[in-house]
């Protein structure tokens, strides 16, 4: 069965000096140690005021470990001793079908800090052996918490926001191009061939993405930006393949936008010589 890794426990007397229990490992949808989220803030007094997660780009992964960041902030009159969050997906977050959360003792204090608020930066890993599968691929809710630790021990959330956001994490793309023949006589055939593969967080391989629509791109020696050329159907394999007429030397490449649960691609330029 596949692990999933659940919330980091937060506890003990940590007052502005954050210090956490490691996170806990569980199998699917047990999501136990889910502390910072697991009951209602009646009483919460503070604010979650930012989330960002990867640097507001999607989170693209491929067949092995995929490291990005959160960063939480959060105010509250009477101080912030940490924020937290968690993607997940699901309808519940306690028992949630896929969750992604920090491994919170790999850090060393990653918040900054004023009299009212508090940013914290957390590096987090998502691994497709043991937290993805397929069917995960898509949108992902993003829980925000805050907190606050007193001396005595005893700790109090400040805001939490279950579903502040939502964000992409999709399975990552890749594309390859060969232009043929290499050189070529000005004004000949050029065939520009590629494939279009695509992740599996099921077998761990990078498979032939069918029937999806890219663009061949081209760009004139010393020139600075590409020009779309045409648009090719990848076949039932992921294989694209196509024709221009060689006019001037210059590179060719193709490119794939993405889905809603798959990433964008850009395949490495092939530069052709004309003569």
């Known amino acids: 069965m596949r692990t999933r890794a659940s919330a980091a426990v937060l506890t003990g007397a940590l007052a502005l000096s954050v210090l956490a229990v490691p996170a806990a490992h569980a199998s699917d949808g047990d999501s136990g140690a889910l502390a910072p989220f697991a009951a209602p803030a009646a009483a919460a007094t503070g604010k979650i005021t930012k989330v960002t997660v990867n640097g507001g780009k999607t989170i693209a992964v491929g067949t092995s470990k995929k490291k990005f960041t959160v960063e939480v902030s959060a105010s509250d009159r009477n101080g912030v001793s940490m924020t937290f969050a968690a993607l997940w997906r699901g309808s519940d977050i306690e028992n949630p079908s896929a969750i992604l959360v920090p491994d ?94 695509r992740a599996s967080w099921d077998n761990l391989k990078y498979n032939g993405f069918a029937s999806n629509s890219v663009k061949l791109q081209y760009k004139k020696k010393g020139a600075g930006t590409w020009t779309t050329v045409k648009t090719v159907k990848a076949d039932s394999r992921g294989a694209v393949k196509t024709t221009v007429k060689a006019s001037a030397d210059g590179d060719y490449r193709f490119t794939y936008g993405g889905s809603g649960t798959t990433g964008s691609a850009t395949s490495v330029a092939d530069f052709v010589d004309v003569r």
């Open 104 to 197: 919170v003792m790999l850090e060393r204090d990653p918040c900054k800090r004023t009299a009212t608020t508090a940013t914290c930066k957390y590096t987090f890993e998502a691994d497709p052996r043991a937290d993805l599968a397929n069917k995960d691929a898509g949108t992902w809710k993003v829980a925000a918490a805050a907190l606050k630790f007193y001396s005595d021990g005893s700790e109090k959330t400040l805001a939490e926001k279950l579903n502040y956001k939502s964000h992409k994490v999709v399975r990552a793309a890749k594309l390859t191009t060969n232009a043929t023949p290499e050189p070529v006589k000005k004004g000949k055939t050029l065939t520009i061939s590629g494939a279009l593969t």
